[in-house]
């Protein structure tokens, strides 16, 4: 048990349906990328993964979270931006994990930047024994010359999800049951018909329905840099 599915979309404004047959004690993952600041959520029981980061070559915002499937959702992922329409997010379900410390490990790769064909590599984590392996690509397009799309990954990572506007690009990756131990880097390549684009990514374990210990950020959380909740779910 691992992936179980994934929806997307782009716009300013949910809400969208969470991902199509999540279960109770599933874990749910939602990755934000957008090229205005200011996301707002009107969700409660999500966790922030890691602080919200800055990529600086378009003024981008990108934001990971998850949450435990308890029985109170009303089916919906909702949030508002502050302007404009350039957001995508992606939401996954992910089934067999643990409820009480969901995350091994996550890293994140600072970002930098290049013209298509672009291979994003993400830093090596170490995972634990069954363990699934999450990996994100943000892409944040500089000059709006053309859509994003991620593909040929790591050996042995399946494509979760790939979503483009013309400022603001996601995908992602994920690879079920490892053994344990380091990863090692992991790519992925994303093609564009025309443009550049700065990139930067998560890689993240899910502990396995037996457990792992609770994970910490690979630097500081910076407070003048997060994301707030306002309301409820």
Same mark, same amino acid.
């Given at each position: 048990?691992?992936?179980? *599915?994934?929806?997307?979309?782009?716009?300013?404004?949910?809400?969208?349906?969470?991902?199509?047959?999540?279960?109770?004690?599933?874990?749910?993952?939602?990755?934000?990328?957008?090229?205005?600041?200011?996301?707002?959520?009107?969700?409660?029981?999500?966790?922030?993964?890691?602080?919200?980061?800055? /990529?600086?070559?378009?003024?981008?915002?990108?934001?990971?979270?998850?949450?435990?499937?308890?029985?109170?959702?009303?089916?919906?992922?909702?949030?508002?931006?502050?302007?404009?329409?350039?957001?995508?997010?992606?939401?996954?379900?992910?089934?067999?994990?643990?409820?009480?410390?969901?995350?091994?490990?996550?890293?994140?790769?600072?970002?930098?930047?290049? *013209?298509?064909?672009?291979?994003?590599?993400?830093?090596?984590?170490?995972?634990?024994?069954?363990?699934?392996?999450?990996?994100?690509?943000? /892409?944040?397009?500089?000059?709006?010359?053309?859509?994003?799309?991620?593909?040929?990954?790591?050996?042995?990572?399946?494509?979760?999800?790939?979503?483009?506007?013309?400022? *603001?690009?996601?995908?992602?990756?994920?690879?079920?049951?490892?053994?344990?131990?380091?990863?090692?880097?992991?790519?992925?390549?994303?093609?564009?018909?025309?443009?550049?684009?700065?990139?930067?990514?998560?890689?993240?374990?899910?502990?396995?329905?037996?457990?792992?210990?609770?994970?910490?950020?690979?630097?500081?959380?910076?407070?003048?840099?997060?994301?707030?909740?306002?309301?409820?779910?």
């Amino acid at each position: 048990m691992a992936f179980r *599915s994934a929806v997307q979309t782009t716009g300013t404004a949910g809400p969208i349906n969470l991902p199509a047959g999540y279960q109770l004690d599933d874990i749910l993952v939602a990755v934000w990328s957008s090229d205005f600041g200011g996301i707002s959520m009107a969700n409660t029981n999500w966790v922030q993964i890691d602080s919200t980061r800055s /990529l600086t070559t378009d003024g981008h915002t990108i934001s990971v979270w998850y949450r435990v499937v308890d029985g109170t959702e009303t089916g919906k992922l909702t949030w508002t931006i502050g302007g404009g329409s350039d957001l995508s997010c992606d939401c996954m379900a992910f089934s067999g994990r643990s409820t009480s410390a969901p995350i091994t490990a996550f890293l994140y790769t600072a970002e930098s930047s290049g *013209s298509s064909p672009i291979t994003i590599t993400l830093n090596a984590i170490t995972a634990a024994a069954g363990d699934d392996v999450l990996a994100l690509f943000m /892409l944040d397009t500089t000059d709006g010359g053309g859509t994003w799309s991620g593909g040929s990954y790591t050996s042995g990572y399946a494509e979760a999800f790939d979503i483009s506007n013309a400022w *603001s690009s996601l995908f992602g990756a994920y690879r079920e049951n490892v053994s344990g131990g380091t990863t090692g880097n992991v790519q992925g390549v994303a093609t564009s018909s025309g443009g550049s684009a700065g990139y930067a990514g998560w890689l993240i374990a899910l502990a396995s329905s037996g457990g792992g210990p609770p994970a910490t950020p690979d630097t500081p959380v910076d407070p003048g840099n997060t994301m707030f909740f306002a309301g409820s779910f």
